[in-house]
């Protein structure tokens, strides 16, 4: 049974944790919003009313203004000021003047009482003084009905013309005119103390102030104000506040959801491509190089579990390391000596041959056989020292070599293999690149390439061709030799380098051996490729002489 890791759920706590500080973040943030959005909604409700009072009464204080300057206000406060005193100092009688009267008060209005009633008595009226009084006082109740009438009219012109005037009622202090236009007034509704406003719905205004006539207080006009454009403008600015505040509540809403879903998707991702390969690769590392099964998953974390699966790995790939040093040792070891074992018979056998013969025939050894018991013994010599060769350790002096120091040397040592074989093209001068390194080792370097591209291109006939060059390039200076033989068989192209591996039949296999020591000892480089057209071409890149290096053969 697997046991259970601990990185998973470490990463759903995380994300549990994550989860919730992300939510509360959002809900503090929203909670935030609301509080200062509804701030600002009722600030700005706020300012609107405030408007539409300050509207109102601006509107009613020029209502007033131009009322208390209208002459026909003046005539009805006097003629109610002329019938309340009238009424508090006699009583009215029940029997209406005469028609005679009326004409004479109304025609003498101006005057006193007595002079009225003086002239009706000439003009042969029978009245009393009294009679005169009541006279004079429906003369002025018809006059002030007449007089509230034209200004009533006036009012209604106002209201019906007024953007925002929707009714107008006026009353008089002593009570005598009450003028109404427009809609109604509620009659006994009243601002609080210290206010001139009142808001009787989200449609309607009341404006109460007061009306003077000649610095004097008149009476209370009632003016009823429309505020219903305003007020819907208002509603509307809310309604749109509430709505974008909606909208923004349900992005953060929806934002918060998709970062929800986000996280689960990346914890399931985490969890598939990060905790199923970790727990999948520290089981392959506890499982490699061992016969049993991949041990369970222990009661830890993936990650220490990975780190501890890797240090054993990193044992075991030492041992297994040392192992394989080992085996390949012993394999090349095998193969050397096989090898060296070969070619020593190779090189031995005649010289046994003809020493059995010798012993055999019972005679004595001529100068001719030593002088074929000592080439095959040459030849035995020759192997062991390009054998030993390449394993030297230390090489000769070095220093700094014009071509005709040992390019130049190799090709007059390998002139006679060159009469009546392939073609050998010369492309090296004097003016070619100096560079430094062993001397004998370098012409044997040389010699070893040059004999194998000759026996390579040997194969083509008199076709057969051998190009040497030597040049300097950006990387340093490049030993060409190039041949256009049949090229490198695939079976050895990747060993041509090791002991005893060749592709001719009479070949040691170990020239190109005894070529790669040499030139590793002295750090430069050397690799073999396909030619162009068929054949081989070997590089032997020198690398760049140190700048200031002075040269030991002068100009």
Same mark, same amino acid.
């Given at each position: 049974?697997?046991?259970?890791?601990?990185?998973?759920?470490?990463?759903? =706590? #995380? $994300? %549990?944790?994550?989860?919730?500080?992300?939510?509360?973040?959002?809900? *503090?943030?929203?909670?935030? @919003?609301?509080?200062?959005?509804?701030g600002q909604i009722r600030e700005i409700r706020r300012e609107m009313d405030d408007?539409?009072?300050?509207?109102?009464?601006?509107?009613g204080r020029t209502l007033l203004y131009d009322l208390a300057s209208d002459p026909r206000v003046l005539k009805v406060h006097l003629i109610e000021r002329s019938?309340?005193?009238?009424?508090?100092?006699?009583?009215?009688?029940?029997?209406?003047?005469?028609?005679?009267?009326?004409?004479?008060?109304?025609?003498?209005?101006?005057?006193?009482?007595?002079?009225?009633?003086?002239?009706?008595?000439?003009? =042969? #009226? $029978? %009245?009393?003084?009294?009679?005169?009084?009541?006279?004079?006082?429906? *003369?002025?109740?018809?006059? @002030?009905?007449?007089?509230?009438?034209?200004?009533?009219?006036?009012?209604?012109?106002?209201?019906?013309?007024?953007?925002h005037l929707r009714g107008v009622r006026l009353v008089s202090s002593g009570g005598l005119v009450v003028l109404q236009a427009g809609e109604e007034v509620p009659p006994d509704i009243h601002p609080p103390?210290?206010?001139?406003?009142?808001?009787?719905?989200?449609?309607?205004?009341?404006?109460?102030?007061?009306?003077?006539?000649?610095?004097?207080?008149?009476?209370?006009?009632?003016?009823l104000m429309d505020r219903g454009v305003l007020g819907r403008v208002t509603t509307e600015i809310t309604w749109t506040l509430n709505g974008g505040l909606l909208i923004l509540a349900l992005?953060?809403?929806? @934002?918060?959801?998709?970062?929800?879903?986000?996280?689960?998707?990346?914890?399931?991702?985490?969890?598939?491509?990060?905790?199923?390969?970790?727990?999948?690769?520290?089981?392959?590392?506890?499982?490699?190089?061992?016969?049993e099964k991949p041990v369970e998953q222990p009661d830890l974390g993936e990650p220490e579990?990975?780190?501890?699966?890797f240090d054993g790995l990193l044992v075991r790939m030492e041992e297994q390391k040392e192992q394989l040093l080992t085996a390949q040792r012993l394999g090349l070891m095998e193969r050397i000596g096989a090898g060296l074992s070969h070619e020593l018979n190779n090189a031995l056998n005649p010289a046994r041959l003809r020493l059995e013969e010798m012993a055999l025939e019972g005679r004595t050894p001529t100068r001719d056989d030593l002088n074929k018991l000592r080439e095959y013994l040459k030849a035995a010599q020759s192997i062991l020292r390009d054998f030993s060769m390449a394993g030297r350790r230390s090489l000769g002096p070095s220093g700094v070599l014009r071509p005709g120091d040992w390019l130049c040397v190799a090709r007059r040592l390998l002139?006679?293999?060159?009469?009546?074989?392939?073609?050998?093209?010369?492309?090296?001068?004097?003016?070619?690149?100096?560079?430094?390194?062993?001397?004998?080792?370098?012409?044997?370097?040389?010699?070893?390439?040059?004999?194998?591209?000759?026996?390579?291109?040997?194969?083509?006939?008199?076709?057969?061709?051998?190009?040497?060059?030597l040049a300097e390039e950006p990387g340093g200076v490049v030993l060409r030799v190039e041949d256009n033989g049949p090229g490198i068989p695939e079976a050895v192209a990747?060993?041509?380098?090791?002991?005893?591996?060749?592709?001719?039949?009479?070949?040691?296999?170990?020239?190109?051996f005894v070529v790669d020591a040499l030139l590793r000892r002295m750090g430069v480089s050397i690799r073999l490729e396909p030619r162009e057209g068929g054949g081989t071409r070997a590089l032997v890149l020198f690398p760049p002489r140190p700048a200031g290096e002075e040269d030991d053969h002068g100009p």
């Open positions: 049974m697997r046991a259970t890791g601990r990185l998973e759920p470490r990463l759903r =706590g #995380l $994300a %549990v944790r994550a989860a919730l500080a992300v939510a509360l973040c959002t809900l *503090v943030s929203l909670t935030l @919003l609301v509080v200062v959005w509804r408007y539409v009072r300050g509207e109102g009464l601006a509107v019938l309340l005193n009238e009424a508090s100092e006699m009583d009215k009688s029940i029997v209406p003047p005469p028609p005679e009267l009326l004409e004479l008060v109304q025609a003498n209005v101006e005057l006193p009482d007595t002079l009225i009633w003086y002239r009706a008595l000439q003009m =042969g #009226l $029978a %009245v009393t003084l009294g009679q005169v009084e009541d006279a004079r006082e429906t *003369v002025y109740e018809k006059s @002030l009905r007449e007089t509230a009438l034209g200004i009533e009219e006036d009012l209604w012109a106002r209201v019906t013309f007024s953007d103390a210290g206010q001139a406003t009142l808001d009787l719905s989200r449609e309607r205004l009341l404006v109460v102030l007061p009306l003077y006539v000649q610095t004097r207080r008149w009476g209370t006009a009632f003016l992005l953060l809403l929806l @934002l918060l959801g998709s970062w929800v879903l986000w996280w689960g998707s990346l914890m399931k991702a985490l969890r598939r491509d990060v905790v199923a390969p970790v727990v999948e690769l520290a089981r392959r590392m506890e499982g490699w190089a061992r016969e579990w990975l780190g501890q699966a002139e006679p293999h060159f009469e009546g074989g392939p073609k050998l093209e010369w492309e090296v001068s004097e003016e070619s690149p100096l560079l430094t390194g062993d001397q004998q080792a370098l012409i044997q370097v040389a010699m070893n390439l040059m004999l194998n591209a000759r026996d390579a291109a040997a194969q083509r006939g008199e076709e057969g061709a051998v190009r040497v060059s990747g060993h041509l380098f090791e002991p005893f591996v060749t592709s001719k039949e009479t070949g040691t296999g170990l020239g190109l």
